[in-house]
Structures are given as C-alpha cells and as structure tokens.
C-alpha cells in the first residue's frame, strides 16, 4: 500500500506540474523564478519568444546582467532602488526596464516579485510575472507627441490670428 500510494502522490505531482507549465505557456504574461543569488532558474517559455533571447542567454544570469550597463546607466536611481529591494527580501510591484533582444529590438517588461522562503525562513529565491508592455510604451509616445502637435497647431494658430490684427480670445 505504502508503494501504491508513493506512485500515486509522484503522479499526482507530475500532472500538477505539468499542469501549471501548460497555464504558464498560455499565459499571456511571463512567469519566473530566481535563485537565492538572484540567478534565473526557469522562465516560461512566452519569455523566450518575446525577449528573442535562447534559453541559456537568460538562466543562470541576473536581471542586471541581462540587460547590461548601459541600460542600467540610463537611470541608475531607479536600479539602485530595484537591488535594494533584492537584497532586503522586499517584494516589489511594477518594475519597469526596457531589454534589448538579439536582433537590437528593444522590449519594456513590467515586472513584480515576491521572495520565497522555506519552511525554516531561509531565503530560497523570487518568483514572479512579467508583461510585454512595449506596445503599451509605443502608443503611450505616440499619444504625447499628438497632443504636443496639437498644442503647437493651436500656438501657431493664435500667432497667425494675432498678427492678422484679430481678436486672439481671453
């Protein structure tokens, strides 16, 4: 009995799992998890295919490796903040970074994490998801720069108006 229910709890283990990376591969986000030494050790495989980056281009590597110095440089505060909740455990929520893919296309992910710590407390790693925002940012710069064409349209307009000698408006 005690082999009958050993197989069957490992079988019912396999199936939760395989379970969960199909739910993980159909999501439309990113699901992660990262060691203690804040190292990936998996991602699901909707990373792979929107980061254009292979497998081992991203397991083993830290979020500041992956996306390298100059980004980081870009604006050091904000990474500055992201490792300190890192190293102190804190869960953190929409953390946002641009990724640069193999092919030179640049990426936004928005991302969010919790520590995960075993039965004793120990510090076993993060996990967490992830989303493809670039789209997003895209239709976000090109709203900005409409309003600001706009904005001009209506500056010039007055310009012209007033220099007609006509009535400007209050």
Known sequence: IDE??????EEALRESEENFRDIADAASDHF???????????????????????HDAIIGK????LVGPETIAENPGLWKAHEDD??????????????????GKVRYLRVS??????????FVGYRGASADITNYRRAQRELTHHNKMESLGHLAGGIARAA???????
């Open 86 to 103: 890192l190293k102190n455990r804190r869960p953190f929520r929409n953390f946002e970074y641009a990724l640069k893919s193999p092919n």
């Open 32 to 54: 992660w998890q990262m060691g203690p030494d804040l190292r990936f050790v998996t991602t699901s495989e909707r990373f792979f295919k929107t980061s254009g980056m292979a």
């Open 164 to 170: 007609m000698g006509k009535d400007v408006g209050p």
């Open 113 to 122: 994490g919790k520590p995960i710590f075993d039965r004793n407390g120990t």
């Open 4 to 9: 009958t229910e050993r197989i069957s709890a």
């Open 62 to 65: 830290t979020r500041m490796e």
